[in-house]
């Protein structure tokens, strides 16, 4: 079994006045030769966008890419002709595949949105670009992990081109958990949302990230009022 531990503190960090952002991995101006991904999963920026504010529209091709609105909302355009609103309990997806133009904007005038962007290495490239969005409110359960993103259509959650697999929980007691992972190719990266968590008996606090690899299952023991992100992606690019 592999470990690597990422403290909150030790992230990459920018503040452009509109947008606060913290990278797990490398990203803009922060390069760290020992930070470029985990398997396929590239980035993992946990952004706070202030209000009326956002990202003016900018492209991106051949990658899979995920937001997870936290607080607030955000309003996005694309050229595929999406005009959408997401919000805290929604997840979105765009495969950009063969290329997309989009642009993410703080919709409220009185507070900021708080959203992860997560990219992910797709295992096709050159795909016709798509874009899904769903609510979470119909699958969510508490004290246990829920699936958001799968390979597979017909699955709970948004679908990606890529043999990965996140899932969100919401801890309202300290729960023990085994996660049993969907291939021995792939490995889980945790990222702790709120409250605490023993991870493997690594102890875990907000916004830590910790990955697990070479092994079949992982113990997880979220605290109370605690709320974790798993990411399982293939650790082959």
Do not use: C
């Amino acid at each position: 079994m592999n470990t690597v531990l990422h403290k909150a503190n030790t992230r990459g960090h920018a503040n452009y006045g509109w947008l606060d952002t913290n990278h797990t991995f490398s990203f803009a101006n922060y390069h760290n030769p020992e930070r470029m991904n985990f398997g396929v999963l590239r980035v993992l920026n946990d952004d706070r966008v202030a209000e009326g504010r956002g990202f003016s529209t900018h492209p991106h091709d051949n990658m899979e890419i995920i937001s997870i609105p936290l607080e607030g909302d955000m309003e996005h355009k694309d050229s595929m002709g999406n005009v959408t609103v997401i919000k805290e309990g929604d997840v979105q997806v765009i495969s950009a595949g063969t290329g997309i133009f989009h642009s993410e904007y703080n919709k409220n005038s009185d507070k900021e949105v708080k959203f992860l962007q997560i990219w992910v290495f797709p295992n096709k490239k050159q795909v016709e670009p798509r874009y899904d969005q769903i609510s979470l409110k119909d699958i969510e359960t508490e004290n246990q992990f829920y699936q958001i993103v799968s390979p597979n259509k017909t699955d709970q959650g948004v679908w990606i081109h890529q043999d990965a697999w996140f899932s969100l929980g919401k801890f309202t007691q300290e729960t023990k958990i085994e996660y049993k992972l969907h291939s021995n190719k792939n490995g889980v990266y945790a990222f702790i949302l709120n409250g605490k968590a023993s991870i493997q008996g690594q102890r875990l606090e907000p916004r830590d990230g910790f990955g697990v690899w070479g092994t079949d299952s992982i113990q997880i023991t979220p605290e109370k009022d605690s709320k974790i992100l798993l990411m399982e992606v293939p650790m082959s690019i």
